[in-house]
């Protein structure tokens, strides 16, 4: 089984994917790490270097090829649903869950990051909330599943995930693992 997780930027899709894939016993990809690895520098370079369509291109080439992947976890970069052929490839070939996000929750996890090329302007939450109405429509179209992320733990969120899975029929239940135990907080 294929499953790709769609979201705005600071969705939280690395983080979960990389759970949900241990508690499938799957490999973990994340788009954006290869797209890095493609094209030889961040992401955010290439962006300023290349522009955001050359950047979209070599995006839906990665896409493509990861949709075709038997088995394993996606982690799609937060724009990847602005390509129809992305869209496509995502819901035909994977099952995509979007894990949504508001605005706010999203400004308030990103608030300090200085890596997303999108969010570098003087109004952050001003930009989440116009990519959020462009984009929202785009993640509920691709997804099977919507996941509300509000404020649980990634344990939590993952178990969302398999928990929607498996009363889908998309998990066999005899194959469920038990749910993820969250860790206690380190001291």
Do not use: W
Not at 117 to 131: F, S
Not at 133 to 143: F, K, M, N, S, V
């Amino acid at each position: 089984m294929l499953i790709s997780l769609v979201a705005m930027p600071g969705g939280g899709k690395s983080t979960v994917g990389r759970h949900l894939s241990r508690a499938l016993n799957v490999a973990f990809v994340d788009a954006d790490t290869e797209i890095e690895r493609r094209i030889g520098c961040p992401i955010r370079v290439f962006f300023e270097r290349e522009g955001e369509a050359r950047f979209r291109d070599i995006e839906q080439e990665v896409i493509a090829e990861l949709a075709q992947r038997p088995s394993g976890v996606i982690a799609t970069g937060g724009g990847a649903v602005l390509r129809e052929a992305n869209r496509r490839a995502l819901r035909d070939h994977s099952t995509a869950v979007y894990l949504r996000s508001t605005p706010e929750e999203l400004f308030r996890r990103l608030r300090h990051d200085t890596h997303r090329p999108l969010l570098q302007v003087a109004d952050p939450l001003r930009k989440l909330r116009e990519l959020f109405a462009e984009r929202d429509p785009l993640y509920r179209q691709t997804a099977h599943f919507v996941i509300e992320t509000g404020r649980p733990s990634v344990p939590t969120l993952v178990n969302m995930i398999l928990m929607q899975l498996e009363l889908a029929g998309v998990l066999d239940s005899s194959t469920v693992p038990s749910p993820v135990e969250p860790r206690p907080p380190q001291r």
